[in-house]
């Protein structure tokens, strides 16, 4: 097809009356205009979003294949999240009177290395990731109890010690983001089925 598309370029140069360029001149045009067409043919595969083939065998798995699989034991509740949070791969630090989960969004070039076959991920690392805007942070269960004396279980209320928007027994932390949009988030937690 190359050897093709290389002849008949050099013909129609020749009949135009580009005769006066050397063979190597027409080669090297003639392999631009193979570059040229090929990156028109595949520009509306360029132009669509991609899906990111992120890390197949790293034991990572996205926010949405989570909730897919049912979650786990004390995070089982879903969010209307970002696309890029969605599709982000989820760490999760279960500690004794909380759990914390880290999203970091979809597309990075590359994501930490998990601590232990819980996805455990190093808090200070991925505390980096959130103030970079990379990544949220959530929050449940007792860790959130301390803010409810701040305010009723209805209202979404800032915990100056955490940096952390909560409401009910949930916190989110994503500095990156408005109180309004936090607040939509936090405002669309519904449990979720879990899977035997």
């Given at each position: ?89 989820l760490y999760i630090n279960a500690g004794a009177d909380n759990t914390t989960g ?95």
């Amino acid at each position: 097809m190359k050897g093709v598309s290389i002849f008949r370029l050099m013909v129609g140069l020749a009949v135009v009356g580009f005769g006066q360029f050397s063979k190597p001149q027409l080669a090297a045009r003639a392999n631009q205009s193979l570059v040229d067409s090929s990156v028109t043919a595949n520009s509306d595969v360029i132009n669509k979003p991609q899906t990111v083939a992120q890390q197949p065998n790293s034991g990572l798995i996205t926010w949405r294949e989570f909730i897919e699989r049912g979650g786990r034991r004390f995070v089982d509740r879903d969010y209307d999240l970002p696309t890029e949070f969605r599709n982000g791969y989820l760490y999760i630090n279960a500690g004794a009177d909380n759990t914390t989960g880290y999203i970091l969004k979809q597309g990075l070039s590359t994501y930490p290395p998990v601590k232990s076959e819980v996805r455990e991920i190093d808090y200070e690392e991925a505390d980096s990731y959130v103030k970079s805007g990379k990544a949220i942070k959530f929050n449940w269960g007792g860790g959130a109890v301390s803010g409810r004396i701040y305010g009723k279980d209805t209202e979404l209320r800032f915990v100056k010690e955490t940096g952390q928007f909560c409401l009910r027994l949930t916190c989110l932390e994503a500095p990156f983001m408005t109180k309004q949009e936090i607040n939509k988030i936090l405002r669309s937690e519904r449990r979720i089925s879990q899977k035997k």
